[in-house]
């Protein structure tokens, strides 16, 4: 248990903020699939109607992953395209002054 509490630890001073929050997904439906089927030893209906909320992390966990790679790749592209931009600027830069 010591060892997980580290890792979650080192990913949040990481700053890997998508690595915590599709470990919290998968932990949530993991924990739910696991009281879900207990109970449905017990009572199926009720066991069942749980199975609801595993499957709404896990595409809550899709969502945010898909997201939070859209995001990256559009900063990242943006920043390119700014650090391009500057690099042809200082080369025009130096071939008006010769």
């Known amino acids: ?24 997904y998968a932990s949530v439906a993991v924990v739910v699939l696991i ?3 207990l109970i449905a030893l017990v ?14 992390s896990v595409v809550a966990m899709i ?3 898909v997201v939070w790679a859209l995001i990256r790749f559009i900063i ?3 920043e390119q395209n ?5 690099r042809n ?3 025009s830069n130096k071939t008006t002054k010769r």
């Not at 700014?82 to 500057?86: A, D, F, G, N, P």
Request: zero cysteines; proline letters at 4%.
């Open 63 to 65: 969502a945010n992953v």
């Open 35 to 37: 009281v879900a089927g």
């Open 82 to 86: 700014e650090k391009s931009k500057v």
């Open 89 to 91: 600027e200082k080369q």
């Open 1 to 24: 248990m010591n060892n997980i509490w580290d890792k979650i630890t080192g990913m949040y001073r990481e700053k890997r903020e998508i690595s915590l929050l599709t470990w919290a």
């Open 43 to 56: 009572n199926q209906p009720t066991g069942v109607s749980l199975l609801v909320v595993p499957l709404i």
């Open 76 to 78: 990242e592209t943006h």
